[in-house]
């Protein structure tokens, strides 16, 4: 989304935006506001970041930025927020873990994400790799988060 995001610490250690979102995920303090997005996942027990509706409290509280649910698997709707310059979280279900959608390729109807797993490609880079519509439709979780 553009933003450089630059944890300050009072010493030389400057820990991973990341990091500090976990802290969030499990900080007691944080709970009751978890527990209301999802009432039947006890945030003391699931780890945060295995729970998509725990996302749309965390990263406005940790980085100001707004962020939406939604559940289903609308890649129009999806391709319509990137072209406005939303980014969107997706999960896939092989492998199971999440990635940052960052754009839409209008012409080749094509979303364009960064996969924290590049050791998963053969070229070793999981930078704006691509996912036609079919692709997404099996193999995207009938979920997503949208942010900004």
Excluded at 14 to 31: I, T
Excluded at 104 to 132: C, L, Q, V
Aim: proline fraction near 7%.
């Amino acid at each position: 989304m553009g933003y450089n995001v630059v944890i300050k610490c009072p010493g030389i250690y400057e820990p991973q935006s990341e990091e500090v979102l976990m802290d969030f995920f499990n900080d007691p303090r944080n709970y009751e506001a978890l527990r209301k997005a999802r009432p039947d996942t006890p945030p003391e027990i699931w780890h945060g970041n295995e729970v998509p509706q725990f996302y749309f409290v965390a990263v406005p509280a940790v980085f100001g930025v707004k962020a939406e649910f939604f559940f289903g698997n609308d890649f129009n709707l999806i391709a319509k927020c990137l072209q406005s310059g939303r980014a969107v979280q997706l999960c896939l279900i092989t492998p199971g873990h999440y990635i940052a959608a960052v754009a839409y390729d209008s012409e080749k109807r094509e979303i364009i994400y960064n996969d924290p797993w590049p050791d998963r490609f053969t070229d070793g880079n999981g930078f704006n790799r691509r996912m036609n519509e079919l692709e997404f439709k099996g193999n995207a979780k009938s979920f997503f988060i949208v942010y900004g």
